[in-house]
């Protein structure tokens, strides 16, 4: 590029001498080589970065976000060192302050009963294992190369040296296991106060969210103690079954789905639903470090090096405010699990695994995602009962969070009823007589779920999410080839599109419609196909199936891992094999019990639809052996069933 634009200059600069029409020509040919250079060159560059991220829908946000508006100027009142130290000393109170809180309201909670492990003791993790170079590379290309200004080089560049690193890697990681140490600079974190909108007084501190950031060399330590404690959790079955946080082959769509399922089934029944999402202050960062490591040495039968690695990862780690190129002074975190580490969603977890025991104790079903807890139950409308257990349960969940330093956000608390409207409208009466006021709809792990279960709400979020997304992507297309832009439209649309889909199953078609129009849009957009043009050709070219059909997909997916052991337990449990009384050479083993139900909402539930739609597939693709050829033919059927 330096080289075209060193020719173009000087051609101009002999046109203007000349003012000959030969040089102007000239000039013209050298200007038109430099535009289609930098036009290609600018191709290359976000190719890259799109290539790189493509699974990282935040920086790929970002990159359209800097091409599409201007850029947010930090507030010139906050660079200042003094700044900082204001942010740094504001965050440590407001934690201090809540734990203060939290003090006080444990002397006026009854003292709950010693609950006692459920593994078995004789299973125990004493050392890890010791790691070889190629599972440090294979490491290293997991994590996302975020960097933060503690890094001494970029991660994306270390990310394509570290072959020939990986050794000296190896002897660091091996000799903090060996050892039992963490070393201190890795236990620095660098915060940046982010602003929690944009519309809000930058100049309260009370607007402001800390955001951590964790040198690269401490996510990788991370994600190797990650991998051989979660194998471990695994194995033993240490693990909430109803836990479904950062756990593999967990999400919260699966989550969402076995709480939907189980609503669906109670309506079906003619009883109501009751579902409570409880809210903590600041749950990560109040965690207290005596208690987790106790739980981590009896809940989860740490010992040995392993348990004083993980006293050492807790103690003497520190943190500073950055804001442009000031800092301020570094202070102690005395408690809480490192946000923005690898390993702290874990810990969480597993701080977390007495509330579990609470909950099922009190006989109330339940689903948790890292501090995210629903709990829920069904009931007949004229029987109060269970409602009387359910309000027990919340003044021992409260208890018990008070003595384990977490503070339940009773504002923030979430009720909503489901069933009958006549019948949860008398139940909801009852709920609010005892200060528990239940809404029409509420926000469950980033889904609108509505008293009806129409998730109209969640569909109109989705289309006005994906349409401005769209308008972005339309207006930054010029700058890319077409290739990229559909990575950005698998990114920022499709993946809204799929995201929690699975829950959408017996929906009207009215609803399906208004996400296949945003599809539909932008197939369009990436084709640069005329509205006036049919649209099934184009979604056939693209290779796209249509809304319903991966709905179906999702659904049939999750079938398929559950019932091969790739599923959350709780999902396996609800798709129960079919047993006939007398086998028969040509009769289909792969088959799924289908539920007897008596209304829309049981066709819904997925343990019904899912039954139907696995049970209607050719035996051959039921019982292939490999999930990606499952995918693929699946795949296949839907698309010649789509457009042949």
């Not at 207290?288 to 040495?297: G, N, S, Y």
């Not at 028969?584 to 289908?594: G, H, K, P």
Request: glycine share 4%; charged share 25%; aromatic share 8%.
């Amino acid at each position: 590029m330096q080289n075209l634009k060193s020719d173009c200059r000087r051609a101009e600069r002999k046109w203007r001498s000349t003012k000959l029409q030969i040089h102007l020509e000239l000039y013209k040919i050298s200007l038109r080589k430099f535009n289609d250079g930098l036009f290609k060159a600018r191709q290359q560059y976000f190719s890259e970065i799109i290539a790189k991220n493509v699974n990282n829908s935040r920086t790929l946000f970002s990159v359209i976000e800097k091409l599409t508006t201007p850029p947010d100027q930090i507030a010139p009142e906050l660079l200042s060192a003094g700044k900082c130290n204001e942010f740094a000393v504001y965050f440590n109170e407001k934690i201090q302050s809540i734990r203060s809180n939290i003090r006080t309201n444990q002397q006026n909670h009854k003292k709950l009963e010693q609950l006692q492990p459920l593994r078995d003791e004789s299973t125990t993790m004493l050392e890890f294992i010791t790691v070889n170079p190629k599972t440090i590379e294979e490491t290293v290309q997991q994590l996302n190369p975020s960097t933060c200004c503690l890094d001494t080089i970029p991660s994306n560049f270390f990310k394509t040296v570290v072959k020939s690193i990986v050794t000296d890697l190896c002897q660091i990681i091996n000799c903090s296991f060996q050892s039992g140490t963490v070393p201190k600079s890795l236990k620095v974190a660098a915060v940046k106060p982010l602003l929690k909108k944009r519309t809000l007084d930058a100049s309260i501190l009370a607007n402001y969210r800390p955001i951590s950031n964790l040198p690269f060399m401490a996510k990788i330590i991370e994600k190797v103690v990650f991998n051989q404690l979660s194998q471990f959790l695994t194995f033993n079955k240490i693990f909430d079954k109803f836990q479904s946080g950062f756990r593999s082959h967990h999400s919260t769509e699966t989550a969402l789905i076995k709480v939907i399922n189980d609503i669906r089934l109670n309506t079906d029944s003619g009883k109501v639903s009751v579902l409570i999402l409880l809210d903590l202050s600041a749950a990560f960062d109040t965690v207290d470090h005596t208690i987790l490591l106790h739980r981590l040495q009896t809940w989860v039968g740490l010992n040995g090096k392993v348990m004083q690695w993980f006293k050492s990862y807790l103690e003497e780690r520190s943190y500073f405010v950055s804001i442009g190129n000031f800092e301020s002074d570094r202070l102690p975190m005395s408690c809480g699990v490192p946000q923005g580490s690898v390993l702290g969603p874990l810990l969480f977890n597993l701080y977390m695994l007495p509330l579990g025991q609470i909950l099922q104790n009190c006989k109330v079903d339940y689903q948790s995602y890292a501090d995210d807890t629903q709990l829920y139950l069904s009931l007949n409308p004229d029987d109060h009962g269970p409602i009387e257990v359910l309000c027990d349960c919340l003044e021992k969940v409260n208890c018990w969070m008070s003595e384990n330093f977490l503070q339940l956000n009773h504002d923030k608390t979430e009720v909503i009823v489901f069933g009958n409207k006549e019948k949860r409208t008398a139940v909801s009466n009852y709920l609010e007589s005892g200060s528990l006021k239940a809404k029409d709809q509420v926000k469950n792990l980033g889904v609108l779920i509505d008293s009806d279960l129409t998730f109209s709400s969640q569909i109109k979020s989705i289309t006005k999410t994906a349409f401005y997304h769209l308008k972005n992507i339309s207006r930054v297309k010029g700058l890319m080839a077409q290739k990229d832009q559909e990575k950005l439209v698998h990114a920022f649309i499709s993946s809204r599109l799929d995201y929690c889909n699975g829950l959408l199953t017996g929906i009207p078609q009215k609803s399906i419609k208004q996400l296949q129009l945003v599809q539909n849009a932008a197939a369009r957009v990436l084709t640069r196909t005329k509205r006036s043009e049919h649209i099934t050709p184009v979604l056939k070219s693209l290779h796209w199936l249509p809304v319903s059909l991966r709905i179906d997909f999702k659904v049939l997916l999750l079938v398929y891992k559950s019932v091969n052991g790739f599923g959350p337990e709780y999902i396996s449990d609800m798709l129960v094999r079919y047993e006939p009384s007398r086998s028969l050479r040509s009769m289909d083993t792969d088959q799924i019990v289908e539920p007897r139900v008596h209304s829309k909402h049981g066709d819904a539930a997925f343990s019904c639809y899912a039954a139907k739609k696995w049970n209607k597939l050719p035996a051959e693709l039921k019982s292939v052996s490999n999930v990606n050829i499952f995918k693929s033919k699946l795949k296949a059927l839907f698309f010649s069933t789509a457009y042949d």
